[in-house]
């Protein structure tokens, strides 16, 4: 007995929390507005396009944000058109179950619009006419119908929307016209009172204005209501916005921002990792932003570039240049090297910049032409003039040293060629 007792409470507060809802579910509805009779009519009959006097009340049910039930009846009378018509009035009565679709919200009217809303009703039941002017001394005409529909609406508060609605009226079996006064059916009998029992449909219209009440304790209906909306206010979004707005500052501006950066002074124009820490690629120290070889370990003294020092390369220039097949060439008389030879100066200085650990003395020579204390200040002048060179392409002074040797006495002095071969300077590689 007490599992009994245990199970309804249990089921009892179940039932309590799931019948809860975040938004109203209950409306009540009234229209007043148009209606058109649009066939069958007696031939020579006519209705008015716009025929005021339709009234509807109902009641809907919403089981979501987009589907529901409604109830409603309607009534109200069609009438000639004054001076154009005989003379008639038929007042009816429908009553219906419509299914019903919340077409704004399927279409996502929220995102353009908090106040305009769209239904749409389809459904079905019975309607009663009965005829007030009629040569047939007919009894109320009773058939089934259908009928479908628009409803706009505009929310005026949480409590009533301003409606507006279109319906058509498909009236099943329905045994006389609109306005009463002959059978709905192809062939008159030739007694006018007699009945042949030929039922045929008839369709008809209402076009209507009116007030949507909505009933529940939740702040807002089916109708209106967004899910979105439970989780943050405006201002609580804002805040949030802001928040994220803070996380996402990068101070420092190397592309991290400031919530996942782990280095929060990266220098200006470094690659960092994604956690904005400077990358250093090759492990050398020198960081890739100013590392002119970054995959490549280097010291700093060469900008983060490996030191090339290829022993074979050093021995063959050595064997070269103290051979004296690298010389620098002056005219007669001059410091000043001849044009032609300059690019020897270059080369130089392009070897000791890949080979950083090598010196390199700059020996200069004079012809036999001369005094002798001359042709030393001369040869003296001339390796400076090389020295200065290579000075100026970005060797250091500590690797490089300079030195007039005077008279090149190993060439032939009565030779004109051979003497110009003597006017040069020399590289020693130490």
């Known amino acids: 007995m007490k599992k009994l007792i245990l199970a309804i409470v249990f089921f009892s507060i179940e039932f309590s929390v799931f019948s809860q809802s975040e938004f109203n ?15 069958p009519l007696t031939p020579g009959y ?23 039930l409604k109830a409603d009846a309607g009534f109200g009378s069609f009438s000639e058109v004054k001076g154009e018509s005989p003379e008639f009035k038929t007042n009816y009565l429908r009553a219906n179950i419509k299914g019903v679709v919340n077409l704004g919200k399927l279409m996502t009217f929220e995102s353009f619009s908090r106040k305009l809303g769209l239904l749409g009703h389809l459904g079905g039941g019975f309607g009663r006419m009965s005829f007030e002017e009629t ?73 209507t204005v009116g007030l949507n009440f909505y009933l529940g304790s939740a702040s807002e209906h089916a109708d209106w209501y967004i899910a979105a909306d439970k989780y943050a206010t405006k201002e609580e979004l804002a805040s949030q916005i802001n928040g994220i707005k803070d996380m996402l500052r990068d101070s420092d501006g190397d592309g991290v921002p400031d919530y996942l950066d782990k280095e929060s002074n990266t220098p200006v124009g470094a690659r960092v990792s994604t956690q904005g820490i400077t990358l250093d690629s090759d492990n050398d120290g020198t960081p890739d932003h100013i590392d002119k070889c970054p995959f490549l370990p280097g010291p700093a003294s060469t900008n983060g570039c490996p030191v090339q020092e290829v022993k074979e390369e050093v021995d063959f220039l050595r064997k070269a240049i103290n051979d004296g097949f690298v010389n620098v060439y002056f005219a007669f008389d001059s410091a000043k090297p001849l044009s ?18 090598v010196s390199l003395e700059v020996k200069g020579y004079a012809d036999e032409l001369g005094s002798e204390d001359y042709n030393i200040k001369l040869s003296e002048r001339r390796a400076k003039a090389v020295y200065d060179i290579i000075v100026s392409s970005g060797i250091d002074t500590s690797r490089l040293t300079y030195k007039g040797y005077g008279e090149d006495t190993t060439v032939d002095k009565s030779s004109a060629d051979a003497r110009q071969l003597a006017r040069r300077t020399s590289f020693e590689v130490k």
């Open 25 to 39: 579910k209950w409306s009540i509805e009234t229209n007043f507005g148009f209606n058109k009779a649009m066939a």
């Open 340 to 357: 032609y030879s300059i690019s020897s100066a270059h080369y130089i200085s392009n070897f000791l910049k890949r080979n950083p650990g």
């Open 46 to 68: 006519l209705s008015h396009s716009l025929n005021i006097g339709h009234l509807d009340f109902g009641v809907r049910y919403m089981f979501n944000e987009k589907f529901g």
């Open 135 to 207: 040569i047939l001394n007919n009894a109320p005409d009773y058939h089934y119908n259908i009928i479908s529909g628009l409803t706009g609406q505009f929310k005026l508060g949480t409590r009533v929307a301003l409606t507006s609605d279109l319906s058509m009226i498909y009236n099943g079996r329905q045994t006389y016209t609109f306005d009463g006064n002959t059978y709905n059916a192809d062939v008159q009998p030739s007694n006018p009172l007699e009945n042949p029992f030929v039922h045929a449909p008839g369709t008809w219209w209402t076009a």
